[in-house]
């Protein structure tokens, strides 16, 4: 069953993925005359403030599971490392063929449910990874926009092509790439990079979207 809502304002239309929020409840937190909290039925009103507040607060969600119709891509495409938690990207983003959202995390403990997306099986897990890695050495890209694919492999990493800005959790540029590979097993000693320890951990995943 598809859990994609659509909330039709008279300036704005607000869709909701359900099944790709991971509750960091930066809407309800920071708008809740528009975004209500723990109510029965519709919970997003887009009429109950201005438009341009509506779409400040929805261009924070950072799996995606809210946007906008007429959301334009980022002038920069970046991917977040969270402490302890999920990679979350923003640009033009092509995952595995879906093309639906600029926003989503994915997750890099290995436990989630619904790979390659972050279901929060990181907290269960008792995932623990630094969201604030060693810079390596890099130069500014010569675009920093742009289409932006991301491959889960079967059984394996994330290989991410497009210019791609790799930041910490609190912003800093820790590595400017066209292509890498990101860790989603959660055994890398080198994260959010792949090493290759998700073959002699034993890692399984098809590599597919999850089937909902």
Not at 30 to 39: A, E, G, K, M, R
Not at 70 to 94: M, Y
Not at 183 to 195: E, I, L, Q, T, V
């Amino acid at each position: 069953m598809s859990e994609i809502d659509n909330y039709v304002g008279a300036n704005l239309t607000v869709i909701n993925d359900g099944k790709r929020c991971i509750h960091s409840r930066y809407c309800v937190l920071n708008l809740n005359s528009v975004f209500l909290p723990d109510v029965d039925g519709p919970w997003i009103k887009p009429d109950a403030a201005s438009r341009e507040a509506v779409i400040a607060v929805v261009e924070k969600c950072p799996s995606g599971a809210l946007r906008y119709d007429g959301e334009q891509p980022p002038t920069v495409n970046s991917v977040r490392i969270w402490e302890n938690g999920p990679l979350a990207f923003h640009g033009e983003l092509d995952i595995a063929g879906d093309k639906s959202s600029l926003r989503a995390t994915l997750c890099r403990c290995g436990h989630s449910k619904r790979k390659p997306f972050c279901d929060h099986s990181h907290v269960e897990a008792g995932f623990t990874a630094t969201g604030e890695p060693a810079a390596k050495a890099s130069t500014v890209l010569a675009a920093r926009n742009g289409p932006l694919k991301i491959t889960p492999g079967k059984d394996g990493p994330l290989t991410v092509e497009g210019n791609l800005e790799i930041c910490t959790a609190s912003g800093r540029t820790i590595a400017r790439e066209t292509k890498t590979w990101l860790c989603r097993c959660g055994h890398s000693a080198n994260k959010p990079f792949c090493d290759g320890s998700h073959r002699k951990a034993g890692f399984k995943d098809e590599g597919t979207l999850p089937n909902d």
